[in-house]
Nanobody, 117 residues
Framework: QVQLVESGGGWVQPGGSLRLSCAGS????????MAWYRQAPGNQRELVAT???????GYADSVKGRFTISRDNAKNTMYLQMNSLKPEDTAVYYC???????????WGQGTQVAVSS
């Protein structure tokens, strides 16, 4: 069974940067579209960024120009580089495979990102 584990979160001041990692227990990164999601307390989980098997990327308008999604198939790992962080980026960040516009696997624990002065 595929397991995905997020890491790299933490607390930063506005304008700071963080690099999140998503480690997989199986080689799925070269097979499916992968995605980062986030959820703030009281809010719905939202799609943040996607990367296809061919390497095409897509971003939510709220993070475009600030976040970069990438992956290393050989390491079974995906990344989310987050720059120019804003307080509204505060959330728990999750990774998952994506098929037909829906998440494929059960959600993991996620990694907490907090942005405040």
């Amino acid at each position: 069974q595929v397991q995905l584990v997020e890491s790299g979160g933490g607390w930063v001041q506005p304008g700071g940067s963080l690099r999140l990692s998503c480690a997989g227990s199986a080689n799925i990164f070269s097979i499916y579209t992968m995605a980062w999601y986030r959820q703030a307390p009281g809010n719905q989980r939202e799609l943040v960024a996607t990367i296809t098997v061919g390497g095409n990327t897509g971003y939510a308008d709220s993070v475009k120009g600030r976040f970069t999604i990438s992956r290393d198939n050989a390491k079974n790992t995906m990344y989310l580089q987050m720059n120019s962080l804003k307080p509204e980026d505060t959330a728990v960040y999750y990774c998952n495979a994506r098929r037909l516009g829906l998440p494929m696997y059960d959600w993991g624990q996620g990694t907490q990102v907090a942005v405040s002065s």
